[in-house]
């Protein structure tokens, strides 16, 4: 049973918008922290935001461009992601922590999605 399903990636033009979602399970909706982590081609799996109850935190490539954002009534994790550049291709993961203090690093966090494909054509 997947319990942190993401949706909405897609093909966009540079400049575009896309909102990415995950939809959790209540257990896994109500860990302290939620985030959505990235990987490129050939790149490391990134830290791209993260929200917890002390606030949210993004990655300075996105600061301005992406909002994180949870709806309890829906049990969801979104991601908007506005005025997106070819650099911002690639596979966008959801995942969850119990920790109120979440690290950047992708190994320390618990919980994850499948994945959903993001390209961005210039």
């Known amino acids: 049973q997947a319990h942190l399903v993401e949706s909405g990636g897609g093909l966009v033009q540079a400049g575009g918008s896309l909102r990415l979602s995950c939809a959790a399970s209540?257990?896994?909706?109500?860990?302290?922290?939620m985030g959505w982590f990235r990987q490129g081609p050939g790149k490391q799996r990134e830290l791209v935001a993260s929200?917890?109850?002390?606030?949210?935190r993004y990655a300075d490539s996105v600061q301005g461009r992406f909002t994180i954002s949870k709806d309890s009534g829906k049990k969801t994790l979104y991601l908007q992601m506005n005025s997106l550049k070819p650099e911002d291709t690639a596979v966008y993961y959801c995942?969850?922590?119990?920790?109120?203090?979440?690290?950047?690093?992708?190994?320390?966090?618990?919980?994850w999605g499948q994945g959903t494909q993001v390209t961005v054509s210039s």
């Open positions: 995942a969850a922590d119990s920790s109120w203090r979440p690290s950047d690093q992708w190994p320390d966090w618990e919980y």
């Open positions: 929200i917890t109850p002390i606030g949210e």
């Open positions: 209540d257990s896994f909706f109500n860990l302290n922290a």
